[in-house]
C-alpha cells in the first residue's frame, strides 16, 4: 500500500513538471519547450536558404546539433544534397576527409578573425598564420577546428556580428545554441526599440500636422 503512494506521487510529480521538468527529445522534430534549440535550427536554415524540416532531417540522422552548419556548408559549397554528406559522416570520415572527398579545400573555412590565440581557435589560426595562404589546402584540421570555424562564419553572417564577439564567447565557455540565442535576443530588442522609435515618430508626425492646421484656421 505504502509503495503504491509513493509512486502514485512520483508519477502526479512529473506531471506537474511537465516539458519544463524534464528534457525534451528534440530528434523527433523541434521542440517547442527548447526554444533555444529552436532558434538555432531555424537561423541555420535561414542562414542556408533550406528548409526548416531539412534541418530537422538532418539532425534526426544523428548529426550534432553544433555540426549542422558544417553539413549544410560543405553542401553548399560542393553543390550536392545534404545528404550525401551526411552519409559520408556517419561512415566514419572526419569533416577533413568530406572536405578532400569534396575536391575542396581547407582554406574555405578560413574567417578573418584578426589576431588569435589560445583555444579553442588557436590552433587553427596558429596554422593559417604561421603558413603562406598557397599552403593552406594542406591544412590539418580536426573535426573541432572545423566546426568551429563553420559556427564562426554561419553566426557572424547571419546576426551581422563581429568574429570577435563568438571568439569571446566561446573561450568564456558557451556553446553555440547558447550564442545563437543571445545574438537572436539581442537582435529582436534592437528590431523592437526601432519599430517603437518610428511609431514614436509617426505619432509626433501626425501631431504637429494636426496642431499646423489649427493655426492656419
Not at 9 to 29: D, H, I
Not at 40 to 66: K, M, T, W
Request: hydrophobic share 35%.
Amino acid at each position: 500500500m505504502r509503495k503504491g503512494i509513493f509512486t502514485l506521487a512520483a508519477v502526479l510529480a512529473l506531471l506537474a513538471a511537465g516539458p519544463a521538468g524534464a528534457q525534451t527529445n528534440v530528434r523527433a522534430g523541434i521542440s517547442i519547450s527548447d526554444e533555444g534549440v529552436n532558434s538555432f535550427y531555424l537561423a541555420i536554415g535561414s542562414f542556408y536558404h533550406v528548409p526548416e524540416r531539412d534541418v530537422i532531417s538532418v539532425r534526426d540522422r544523428e548529426i550534432p546539433d553544433d555540426e549542422l552548419p558544417v553539413v549544410f556548408f560543405i553542401a553548399q559549397r560542393a553543390h550536392v544534397e545534404p545528404s550525401l554528406v551526411v552519409k559520408l559522416r556517419l561512415g566514419g570520415q572526419s569533416w577533413l576527409e568530406i572536405t578532400r572527398h569534396y575536391k575542396l579545400s581547407p582554406e574555405i573555412y578560413y574567417v578573418n578573425a584578426g589576431d588569435v590565440s589560445g583555444p579553442p581557435y588557436g590552433k587553427a589560426y596558429g596554422y593559417f598564420k604561421n603558413h603562406p595562404r598557397s599552403e593552406w589546402r594542406e591544412a590539418r584540421l580536426d573535426d573541432d577546428d572545423i566546426v568551429n570555424l563553420v559556427n564562426l562564419r554561419f553566426l557572424s553572417s547571419h546576426y551581422k556580428r563581429t568574429p570577435r564577439e563568438i571568439i569571446s564567447s566561446r573561450e568564456a565557455g558557451h556553446n553555440f545554441i547558447v550564442i545563437n540565442n543571445d545574438f537572436e535576443r539581442a537582435h529582436k530588442e534592437h528590431h523592437n526599440k526601432a519599430a517603437a522609435k518610428e511609431k514614436h515618430t509617426e505619432k509626433n508626425n501626425k501631431g504637429d500636422h494636426g496642431k499646423g492646421k489649427g493655426r492656419d484656421k
